[in-house]
């Protein structure tokens, strides 16, 4: 008998540390002039990254270019223009976590010009993510979910989740309601 409870708690520990996903929240997000909320300190997509680590008690990593964009709204949009018109993959600074070593992970960036900022290309492109879940998130001032099509193509092999968007003046002015925009999101993906 003791031999039989014994295996059983083996088991019951082992599918319990199976059931334990890894979980990333890998974001770009921008400071500096703002379309609607003028400057910032902290940027919109941050600010909801950090709220669903929080719930989600997942991993927070930041994509940083190697090159800074632009602070002035202007000098940043040409920026982005620029690395749009030309496809590019601006080099992005190197990461303190493998997203590869993820079960789930989370994707955010601000839609800038009803697209994914084109480092977060390279970021999809430098690692496999085939076979992981990813959750999209993006903040903007209209566009919505414009850009997850890319994504999808981007983060080849892997499955993509119904995104989350939120209006970047929500995510500065208005946390409550941001934070219930995100926990809303969270008990559809089967989260909270």
Same mark, same amino acid.
């Given at each position: 008998?003791?031999?039989?409870?014994?295996?059983?708690?083996?088991?019951?520990?082992?599918?319990?540390?199976?059931?334990?996903?890894?979980?990333?929240?890998?974001?770009?997000?921008?400071?500096?002039?703002?379309?609607?909320?003028?400057?910032?300190?902290?940027?919109?997509?941050?600010?909801?990254?950090?709220?669903? #680590?929080?719930?989600?008690?997942?991993?927070?990593?930041?994509?940083?270019?190697?090159?800074?964009?632009?602070?002035?709204?202007?000098?940043?949009?040409?920026?982005?223009?620029?690395?749009?018109?030309?496809?590019?993959?601006? #080099?992005?600074?190197?990461?303190?976590?493998?997203?590869?070593?993820?079960?789930?992970?989370?994707?955010?960036?601000?839609?800038?010009?009803?697209?994914?900022?084109?480092?977060?290309?390279?970021?999809?492109?430098?690692?496999?993510?085939?076979?992981?879940?990813?959750?999209?998130?993006?903040?903007?001032?209209?566009?919505?979910?414009?850009?997850?099509?890319?994504?999808?193509?981007?983060?080849?092999?892997?499955?993509?989740?119904?995104?989350?968007?939120?209006?970047?003046?929500?995510? /500065?002015?208005?946390?409550?309601?941001? /934070?219930?925009?995100?926990?809303?999101?969270?008990?559809?993906?089967?989260?909270?």
């Amino acid at each position: 008998m003791r031999k039989i409870v014994l295996i059983l708690l083996m088991f019951l520990i082992g599918v319990s540390m199976a059931a334990e996903k890894k979980i990333l929240v890998a974001y770009f997000s921008h400071i500096g002039e703002n379309v609607s909320v003028g400057t910032i300190i902290k940027g919109n997509t941050e600010i909801i990254a950090e709220m669903i #680590a929080e719930k989600t008690g997942a991993t927070l990593l930041r994509v940083m270019p190697e090159t800074e964009y632009p602070r002035t709204y202007d000098e940043c949009l040409s920026a982005a223009k620029k690395d749009r018109a030309e496809n590019a993959r601006p #080099a992005i600074k190197p990461v303190e976590v493998n997203p590869e070593e993820f079960d789930e992970i989370y994707i955010g960036y601000p839609v800038w010009l009803n697209d994914m900022p084109m480092l977060m290309y390279t970021f999809l492109e430098k690692y496999n993510l085939k076979g992981k879940l990813v959750h999209p998130f993006v903040t903007h001032e209209g566009s919505g979910l414009s850009a997850i099509a890319k994504l999808k193509k981007a983060a080849t092999g892997a499955v993509v989740t119904k995104g989350l968007s939120i209006y970047g003046h929500i995510a /500065q002015n208005n946390r409550k309601k941001a /934070q219930k925009d995100v926990d809303k999101w969270l008990k559809y993906l089967g989260v909270l």
